[in-house]
């Protein structure tokens, strides 16, 4: 039977006797002032027996059964190696988190050995970085939730040493220890990775990493309290968000220089980057109307934004008091915009999975309607337009059409070179406008009731060619579209390219589009565009359990009858073998001429049996084709050898697959060409039906 202590939150069987309630409201304090986690134990955790400020990260590792097992050997045999070394010992675990585990003696009916976990924090801004790339695109995604990163902790090897010693103390005062063996902290911490370059962190101290805002509100916060608490205004907050820099926070019309900063910021600056830490002395910044200062603001040693005074020259004490609010609260924005930078990209990847996996089963021209569906709701808009671009008529088409006056919008086109979409293709640069008036545009027709000026227009192009244009208006809530909103869509455009470029194919919209990705010579898709397209496949198989084959042929003794009967004739045996393979292959099979001579046929949900009836097929149908001059060939025709590979355990990747279907065709040429391999098979293939 459990029981609860209202003092915290300790669990503990009816058996064993809790620790006091004095113990637990002194770890609660500790762990508070501390910023830190604190838990007690008995051997192996969890389960912990009370559980103080616990780590966010620390507590998704624990509640997931595939997971946890990466922390045993670290907080799961804390017990184990706090008793055996009777002090404080400090460890840094799988996740990059400092810990330190400490033995505590509870006297109460019967001597009970007990352990405290203390940290659980970062050290260092790198590491938390590398936790973040695991949970985006590494071997943690499957762990990601919005709660992961709400309680993160940051800190320094003497808080934790203080915490440490203050623990051992509250437990001597308690008579939890026995007075001739305190536990002490003999050894301070590990020194944190990185930390000789500046790479150390402030702690964080209890309400600072329990931000709740939004990156863009919290930066908003902070430059009031630089004006209440510092009286220090005009201002400007500048950070990294991706790969640019972009405004956060503005107060007392900073916009414009504060827009210099960031260009500045983006083109590079190596006098601002050679400042260093946020302390040193500022650079002066002379725009039209006056000057201003701009400190730099880094962590661990690396530049992340810029915060820009616009009251300038200021005096010793100002600076000062700027360095003193620099260093309170750039640690906290930066692991915000870490925060959200994870969650706009793992919101990112759920639509670019969706784009993939619902354009594989809608009808061509319901394509262009799901592809603008998923970036409204990632954009949070009310309203969406898909323009694709006719090259012949020199404009913009509405494809597709979210919102109010939908219908009316899909019938509307626009002049490349009299409107402002057209302009932002030929330009070939995003547009984001906060307010079309104030940007000094003609405002939108009365008729179409837009409730904001703000919108957002988008130009998709792939390989140096004009696809579209991407429109956002009306954003929910009212709000205007700024540079966080831009990049996201970036995230995105260029998974939005493709998918439109193989939308716009499979209606075959202009001549043009279908010459890229397809072979002039045969007819058959090229090799660029068969590589995407089984991707694609392996990625449909592996989420539907699907099979799936893949073949690759190519012309026996090609060179010889190339050589003997001239270029012309060659052109000719490489149509006729596409005709074959045309002729041969289902409409969901997919063959390209994948180089010279060789062909590959992507055979989708088909099983290794399946695949080598085709086989046999193809190279029937080639060998009993009368090409000219084929008596000359070998074997007294013009023939094809065949490998075969399908998706496995071991074939999983489309290089893999294809890798594997080039040996087998290898094999084939080595038993004496005109026949049919498969990889991982043996080479003597039974009899095979033939279906001519």
Same mark, same amino acid.
């Given at each position: 039977m459990e029981k609860m202590i209202a003092a915290g939150s300790v669990r503990y069987e009816e058996e064993f006797t809790p620790p006091t309630s004095t113990w637990v409201a002194a770890q609660e304090s500790a762990a508070r002032e501390a910023g830190l986690s604190v838990l007690?134990?008995?051997?192996? &955790?969890?389960? &912990?027996?009370?559980?103080?400020?616990?780590? !966010?990260?620390?507590?998704?590792?624990?509640?997931?059964? !595939?997971?946890?097992?990466? /922390? %045993?050997?670290? /907080?799961?045999?804390?017990?184990?190696?706090?008793?055996?070394?009777? %002090?404080?010992?400090?460890?840094?675990? +799988?996740?990059?988190? +400092? /810990?330190?585990?400490?033995?505590?003696?509870? %006297?109460?009916?019967?001597?009970?050995?007990?352990?405290?976990?203390?940290?659980?924090?970062?050290?260092?801004?790198?590491?938390?970085?590398?936790?973040?790339?695991?949970?985006r695109d590494g071997d943690l995604q499957s762990l990601w939730s919005p709660e992961l990163l709400n309680n993160v902790i940051f800190s320094t090897p003497d808080e934790l040493e203080k915490l440490a010693a203050r623990l051992s103390s509250e437990a001597a005062k308690g008579e939890l220890l026995p007075p001739s063996s305190p536990a002490t902290a003999a050894e301070p911490p590990p020194q944190a990775a990185g930390e000789a370059h500046g790479e150390a962190t402030a702690p964080l101290h209890g309400n600072s990493h329990a931000i709740r805002q939004s990156l863009r509100e919290s930066c908003q916060h902070a430059l009031a309290i630089l004006k209440s608490e510092y009286g220090i205004e005009p201002a400007a907050l500048i950070f990294r968000i991706e790969e640019k820099f972009v405004r956060l926070g503005v107060r007392g019309g900073m916009d414009a220089l504060a827009a210099i900063v960031c260009e500045r910021l983006n083109g590079d600056w190596p006098e601002l980057r050679e400042r260093g830490a946020v302390h040193e002395s500022p650079l002066s910044l002379t725009f039209q109307g006056g000057e201003a200062e701009v400190f730099p603001l880094t962590v661990g040693g690396e530049l992340r934004g810029a915060l820009v005074v616009g009251r300038a020259p200021l005096n010793p004490a100002a600076r000062a008091s700027i360095g003193e609010f620099c260093a309170a609260h750039v640690l906290p924005l930066e692991i915000l915009r870490l925060r959200e930078e994870l969650q706009r990209r793992m919101l990112a990847a759920h639509h670019l999975q969706s784009f993939s996996a619902v354009l594989n089963a809608v009808e061509p021209e319901e394509a262009y309607s799901t592809i603008l569906r998923h970036s409204v709701e990632l954009m949070r808009s009310e309203r969406g337009s898909l323009m694709l671009f006719d090259e012949g008529a020199n404009e913009l088409k509405v494809q597709a059409a979210i919102g109010p006056r939908a219908e009316v919008a899909q019938k509307m086109h626009f002049s490349l070179d009299a409107s402002l979409c057209g302009a932002v293709l030929n330009d070939g640069r995003p547009l984001v406008v906060k307010n079309l008036r104030a940007a000094g545009h003609a405002p939108a027709p009365a008729d179409r009731n837009y409730k904001s000026d703000s919108f957002i227009s988008y130009p998709i192009i792939i390989g140096g060619r004009r696809i579209g244009v991407l429109n956002m208006t009306d954003k929910l809530g009212g709000e205007v579209y700024d540079d966080l909103d831009l990049n996201l869509l970036e995230l995105i455009a260029p998974q939005l390219a493709l998918a439109l470029d193989r939308a716009s194919w499979h209606q075959k919209a202009t001549q043009f589009q279908l010459l890229s990705i397809t072979d002039p010579l045969t007819g058959l898709v090229n090799r660029r565009y068969m590589e995407e397209r089984l991707a694609e496949e392996v990625e449909r198989t592996k989420r539907h359990h699907f099979e799936m084959s893949f073949l690759m042929l190519d012309i026996d003794h090609f060179k010889l009858y190339n050589d003997r009967q001239g270029h012309q004739a060659g052109d000719l045996a490489l149509e006729m073998t596409a005709q074959c393979l045309k002729s041969a292959l289902r409409t969901e099979d997919v063959a390209s001429r994948y180089g010279g001579e060789e062909f590959t046929v992507l055979l989708p949900q088909t099983s290794i049996g399946e695949a080598c009836v085709i086989a046999e097929r193809i190279r029937r149908r080639v060998e009993r084709t009368q090409f000219p001059h084929g008596e000359t060939q070998p074997h007294r025709a013009v023939t094809v050898s065949i490998g075969i590979s399908a998706f496995e355990a071991e074939l999983e990747t489309p290089s893999a697959i294809i890798g594997a279907a080039d040996q087998a065709l290898y094999a084939a040429k080595k038993r004496g060409r005109n026949c049919v391999d498969i990889f991982g098979h043996q080479p003597i293939l039974p009899p095979i039906p033939h279906a001519d």
């Open positions: 007690l134990i008995e051997g192996t &955790q969890p389960p &912990q027996l009370a559980e103080s400020n616990n780590n !966010s990260i620390c507590k998704a590792f624990q509640s997931s059964p !595939s997971h946890a097992q990466l /922390c %045993e050997p670290f /907080c799961g045999e804390a017990f184990a190696r706090a008793q055996a070394a009777g %002090e404080a010992v400090y460890y840094r675990c +799988h996740a990059g988190l +400092h /810990c330190f585990a400490m033995p505590i003696q509870h %006297e109460s009916q019967r001597p009970q050995q007990l352990a405290v976990i203390g940290g659980r924090a970062f050290l260092s801004s790198a590491d938390y970085r590398r936790l973040v790339e695991r949970f």
